[in-house]
């Protein structure tokens, strides 16, 4: 009783509407046949190291953090915008049966009156220092003389 394991696999047709919408157009079929291979074999191998990192972490809930870590382990860039803080469903619009995402409205008048004012964290200051040309500098960074006084001009008070 051999049961055999059933996997995602991209079509050459995909692959062929994947390189028109980059822009190449007239993809050989011997082509895209070898890129569909090879991009479900990377898939493949992706949902692997994933599932390791969920069992690694002994959860039993893949996440996109584990995918995101497989992906990082493969020298691939992470998946952007899958680290989704609030959950939002879709709503269905029978009329044209389209899926979409209600928007919350904000109030733009609500928004302009709630000024939050940052608070003072002490007195504005303006230090001068001196720059060192050709690696020579015979006063140190502070802007002090070499006796140690604090150089002060009247146009920095």
Avoid at 33 to 40: F, K, N, P
Avoid at 58 to 63: A, D, G, I, M, S
Avoid at 105 to 120: F, G, R, T
């Amino acid at each position: 009783m051999s049961e055999e394991r059933k996997y995602a696999v991209l079509s050459t047709e995909s692959i062929k509407l994947i390189a028109e919408s980059a822009g190449f157009n007239g993809l050989p079929e011997d082509i895209a046949a070898a890129l569909a291979e090879d991009v479900t074999y990377r898939l493949r191998e992706a949902a692997q190291s994933s599932v390791q990192f969920m069992k690694h972490g002994r959860r039993k809930k893949l996440t996109h953090e584990d995918f995101n870590r497989a992906l990082r382990w493969s020298d691939v860039e992470p998946i952007c915008g899958g680290n989704l803080k609030d959950i939002r469903a879709f709503r269905h619009n029978k009329d044209a049966d389209v899926y979409f995402i209600d928007d919350r409205e904000i109030s733009l008048a609500d928004v302009s009156l709630d000024i939050k004012h940052p608070q003072n964290n002490g007195e504005a200051s303006v230090q001068a220092q001196w720059i060192a040309f050709e690696g020579v500098n015979k006063v140190n960074s502070l802007s002090k003389t070499s006796s140690g006084k604090v150089i002060q001009s009247d146009w920095l008070k």
